[in-house]
């Protein structure tokens, strides 16, 4: 049997997993390369058998490259106890000796930087002879804090304020906790009451109701209470231990905003020019105060934002300056008049009626009653004083016949008054609209359900009667 038909390559065949044995590998190259003393070079021969230190194992090359310790600044949110830990494990896995002074003060020196490297630099050699001189001097100044010491106070107001981000887990926030309790020296009770008063608000009222000893309890009550749902702040992302920064300065943002702002200066700016009538500058534009023809429109337009209220007669509705209220006559906040539509006074107390001196003869005589003889009615010419103002006259028509008054059978009549052509048992009328006086206008409908008692006292005439 020769070396290939061993039984360990038998084994192979049979899917037998064998330790591989590395003394008898290098025994044997060690053995091949005895075959061949020496390499010819241009240089003087160099031997390449017992040469130590040639051949490193591939796992140690790997741990030199990945093993590397944390430099350490100095800086107050640093933590020294924790670096020197991690620079002991450092030396050890690099087989640097803890006797050797100056190797381990040299891959100390090359693990500082910033104000703790200036620091190093500024000490004596007297201070640097030893190692354990060295350390002891290095832990009188990161390690062994004082109370005034502004690293103090940092740690302290952090460890006050923690509070679990959005995302982070559990453990990091109590690893965090614990990191600065070990500096400021705490106990464990202080640990569990600011680790409770960092978690949001239902979670640490879950682990509260479990009355925990100590801190390791608490945060597996913690994580328990995390897994039944109470804590519903934000949800648990195992991936970001820290909280997400938002980025202010993102252009698309802006441009939004800038978007929106201008969209509501314009639709501001459209609102305003509503207002202001087409085709005519705003500086043309003439006030409707003092004119009657829109006193109405006016009152109905200003002050829709506030209760209107006239000083002159009381009543709501429209202001002083455009009351038309005539002084006379008693006046009711209830009482509405029919000519301008203003609450307060009546037909006979406005300025659109006649002038309250003419009351006993007004120049005409009012509408008699269904009761009463005949209705007839005289021409009264208006004051001068209104004969400039236009009636608009509004067309009107019973429930059963069509109007058939036009504008051209209305321009004959000019009046302050407010005139509407009505039928009448098929007789054409101009009647005034609400005069107050006793005359009713009914419908066809209404005017044949009356007896004929009623019916006689109404007589029809030829001429158009203009009722006051």
């Known amino acids: 049997m020769n070396r290939y038909d061993s039984d360990d390559n038998l084994a192979l065949f049979h899917d037998t997993y064998m330790p591989r044995n590395y003394e008898s590998e290098d025994a044997e190259f060690n053995e091949l390369l005895s075959l061949i003393p020496t390499i010819n070079t241009p240089n003087n021969s160099v031997p390449l058998a017992n040469q130590p230190g040639i051949f490193i194992r591939d796992s140690d090359a790997i741990m030199e490259k990945l093993a590397a310790c944390r430099k350490f600044g100095g800086y107050p949110h ?16 690099h087989k640097i000796d803890h006797a050797d002074d100056q190797r381990m003060i040299a891959a100390f020196h090359l693990n500082l930087t910033g104000p703790a490297l200036t620091w190093f630099n500024s000490l004596d050699a007297g201070s640097k002879r030893t190692w354990r001189q060295f350390l002891a001097i290095f832990d009188e100044k990161y390690i062994e804090l004082d109370w005034q010491s502004p690293t103090v106070f940092l740690e302290s107001e952090n460890f006050q304020n923690m509070k679990l981000n959005r995302g982070q887990i559990l453990e990091d926030f109590y690893g965090q906790i614990v990191e600065k309790a070990q500096i400021l020296k705490k106990k464990d009770h202080e640990i569990l009451s600011q680790f409770i008063k960092g978690l949001p608000e239902q979670l640490a009222f879950f682990v509260r109701a479990g009355t925990h000893k100590d801190s390791a309890s608490a945060l597996s ?9 109470y804590r519903k702040d934000d949800v648990v992302c195992v991936a970001a231990a820290k909280p997400l920064v938002a980025n202010d300065n993102n252009p698309v943002q802006e441009l939004q905003n800038q978007v929106k702002e201008l969209t509501k200066a314009l639709s501001e700016l459209k609102s305003h020019s509503t207002d202001i009538k087409p085709g ?10 003092n004119n009657p023809r829109y006193n109405n429109n006016f009152s109905s337009q200003a002050g829709n934002n506030r209760p209107k209220t006239c000083f002159n007669c009381q009543a709501p509705g429209h202001y002083r300056a455009n009351c038309n209220w005539n002084g006379h006559g008693e006046i009711s906040l209830t009482l509405q008049c029919q000519l301008c539509q203003q609450f307060g006074h009546g037909a006979f107390q406005c300025h659109h009626h006649s002038n309250p001196g003419n009351q006993s003869n007004p120049g005409g005589h009012r509408a008699r009653s269904l009761g009463r003889s005949s209705i007839g009615a005289r021409n009264r010419s208006p004051p001068q004083s209104r004969q400039r103002e236009e009636i608009n006259y509004a067309h009107y028509c019973t429930d059963t ?11 004959s009549f000019k009046s302050q008054f407010i005139h509407m052509p009505v039928k009448v048992n098929h007789i ?8 107050g006086s006793s005359i009713n206008i009914i419908s066809k409908s209404f005017y044949d359900s009356l007896p004929d008692t009623c019916k006689t006292s109404i007589c029809s005439v030829s001429e158009k009667i203009v009722l006051e």
Request: with cysteine; aromatic share 12%.
């Open 78 to 93: 640093e933590n020294a106890s924790v670096f020197m830990k991690e620079f002991t494990s450092f030396a050890t896995l």
């Open 280 to 289: 005519m500058p705003p500086k043309y534009q003439k006030p409707r105060y």
């Open 428 to 435: 054409s009328v101009a009647a005034l609209v609400d005069s």
């Open 221 to 229: 009550a913690a994580k328990m209470g995390e897994a039944y749902g």
């Open 401 to 411: 016949e069509d109007c058939e008054f036009t504008d051209e059978n209305l321009t």
